[in-house]
């Protein structure tokens, strides 16, 4: 079995916006919907729905609420216990909607390991540092978080839609990063 370079895109694209789904919901989405809405990348069959006129301002507007809401020092901890699902169920979607030419195990199979396996480690991590601000600052620097967080969502969006190699390249910089931050937090923990 021989895989396109089509396909190979269409999975690192996934991937891209999988990671970008970490950080926020609907920004990829959204993303997602523009790229179709205006033929940039093809979507599976079953999802062309998602470059739709009314997808594309429904997302729109959930993508403004999201980033607002995120603003909020109490709430965005809040939205935060939810999120960690949705990350998972969207980086999915976001997955099966891109890959193209595989079987629909396969596809079914990669969007659940790499599409929401990738949003969930990413937001459970984005989630983990907005609770330490929050203890450290009272949550003082959440909208900077935030502010960070949903620039990281659009640069990785764009790169995931544009440049899908770029975009693979930051999800391992980013995984790198979440490692050695957990090893950090590992290592000083106090033996009992």
Request: hydrophobic share 55%.
């Amino acid at each position: 079995m021989s895989i396109s370079p089509e396909t190979i895109f269409s999975i690192l694209i996934g991937i891209g916006l999988a990671a970008s789904v970490g950080f926020r919901i609907f920004v990829p989405l959204f993303a997602l919907s523009i790229a179709s809405y205006y033929n940039i990348i093809p979507l599976n069959e079953s999802w062309l729905w998602v470059g739709s006129s009314n997808a594309l301002l429904l997302l729109g507007i959930a993508t403004i609420v999201e980033i607002l809401a995120y603003f909020i020092p109490w709430f965005d901890n809040l939205l935060d216990t939810i999120a960690i699902p949705l990350a998972a169920i969207a980086g999915t979607a976001v997955m099966v909607a891109t890959v193209s030419d595989l079987s629909p195990v396969i596809t079914w199979a990669l969007a659940i390991i790499a599409g929401g396996g990738t949003a969930t480690a990413i937001k459970g991590s984005t989630s983990t540092s907005r609770l330490a601000s929050t203890a450290t600052t009272g949550g003082i620097a959440n909208p900077v978080i935030s502010t960070i967080e949903t620039g990281s969502s659009i640069a990785m969006s764009v790169f995931s839609i544009f440049i899908p190699v770029v975009a693979i390249i930051c999800v391992a910089i980013i995984f790198w990063l979440i490692f050695k931050v957990f090893k950090l937090f590992k290592s000083s923990k106090p033996k009992q």
